[in-house]
């Protein structure tokens, strides 16, 4: 079974820096995972991309938070990191990993998309 753990969420003061982490298990060897994001959800919000990260290294962020956070990944562990600086009280939210995989089955490629429980995120002005 294909898991998501996040870690690192907590309380922060405007201004602050925390350190997302993103452990992954259960993917069994023939899944290619292709891409691994962070999402966030704000009371009354949808859910936003903040982050995307490819297997090759290509990045995307969310406008808000170009140059405040830095994506990275440890592509053999499937780790996931979201290094997040001056941190914003807008940034308020629950952050969620998320993991794009593909598998070839009798000449087909499927499709997975799983997602981690959520990490909390609070910034206090």
């Known amino acids: 079974q294909v898991q998501l753990v996040e870690s690192g969420g907590g309380l922060v003061q405007a201004g602050g820096s925390l350190r997302l982490s993103c452990a992954t298990s259960g993917i069994i060897s023939s899944i290619n995972i292709n891409a691994m994001g962070w999402y966030r959800q704000a009371p009354g919000n949808q859910r936003e991309l903040v982050a995307r990260i490819t297997s090759g290294g290509s990045i995307n962020y969310a406008d808000s938070v170009k140059g405040r956070f830095t994506i990275s990944r440890e592509n053999d562990k499937n780790t996931l990191y979201l290094q997040m600086q001056s941190l914003k009280p807008e940034d308020t939210a629950v952050y969620y990993c998320?993991?794009?995989?593909?598998?070839?089955?009798?000449?087909?490629?499927?499709?997975?998309?799983?997602w981690g429980q959520g990490t909390q995120v609070t910034v206090s002005s």
């Open positions: 998320e993991a794009d995989g593909s598998q070839m089955i009798a000449g087909i490629t499927q499709q997975y998309w799983y």
